[in-house]
């Protein structure tokens, strides 16, 4: 089962910032935060991904609570583009074993003129 | 640099027949994931081949195989097709640097309808 909890919709109009949440209270020491998104009916695309430091990339910021029990991804300035399913997954970095990404039903972001 | 590439992108078979999908990872990509989804069970794991050899392995029935040949592009075999296999399968690469995340790159996925 996931060990993340999404809304499972928002909006968002175009040209604002989308604040899109996620609880993650049982992540473990070692485990990262993970965002993919998935646009209609394409393969999820990676976004970002941090352990306990907010990062940034040319994407989004990830903002990470110090108890590191939630986290928030920002997309700054939403586009049409940005409407996808966001799926906000945890998971430990080491140990070799690339698959088995475990997504949830993530949060629909629906982005409006 | 070319992206995954899946074939067939869609596919339409009957009850009890057998299909076979292909993956091609980016240039380089060593590991190879299988995913299935569906609207009622979302995204889930299939299985994941690294070197030829399968890693990780879902929750998923026998009737699910995969393999990975030496060019690492891989292929998933689904046998006595059921109509609850009707999904979308995407297959992602990743390069493996011994150990440590790196980002999954997903392809376009497969979709199969089974009548």
């Known amino acids: 089962d996931a060990k993340t909890t999404q809304p499972p919709s928002m909006d968002c109009a175009e040209g604002r910032a989308a604040n899109l949440p996620c609880n993650h209270s049982?992540?473990?020491?070692?485990?990262?935060v993970y965002w993919y998104r998935q646009i209609h009916s394409q393969g999820p695309q990676y976004i970002i991904h941090?352990?306990?430091n907010n990062e940034t990339n040319e994407m989004a910021s990830l903002i990470i609570t110090e108890d590191r029990k939630s986290s928030t991804l920002i997309l700054p300035h939403a586009t049409l583009r940005d409407t996808a399913v966001y799926y906000c997954?945890?998971?430990?970095?080491?140990?070799?074993?690339?698959?088995?990404?475990?997504f949830g039903k993530g949060t629909k972001l629906s982005v409006k003129p | 640099k070319a992206g995954v590439t899946q074939t067939p992108r869609y596919l339409i078979k009957t009850r009890g027949q057998q299909v076979t999908l292909s993956c091609s990872p980016i240039s380089g990509h060593r590991s190879v994931s299988w995913y299935q989804q569906t609207p009622g069970q979302g995204l889930q794991f299939l299985f994941e081949?690294?070197?030829?050899?399968?890693?990780n392995k879902g929750n998923f029935p026998g009737r699910f195989s995969g393999r990975q040949f030496s060019n690492s592009r891989s292929e998933m075999n689904v046998s006595t097709l059921e109509l609850g296999d009707s999904a979308l399968y995407l297959c992602?690469?990743?390069?493996?640097?011994?150990?440590?995340?790196?980002?999954?790159?997903f392809g376009p996925g497969t979709r199969l309808t089974v009548l």
């Open positions: 992602a690469s990743s390069w493996v640097a011994g150990g440590g995340y790196n980002e999954q790159f």
């Open positions: 941090g352990l306990k």
């Open positions: 997954i945890v998971r430990v970095a080491n140990g070799g074993s690339q698959g088995n990404l475990i």
């Open positions: 049982t992540i473990s020491g070692n485990e990262y």
């Open positions: 081949y690294f070197s030829e050899t399968q890693r």
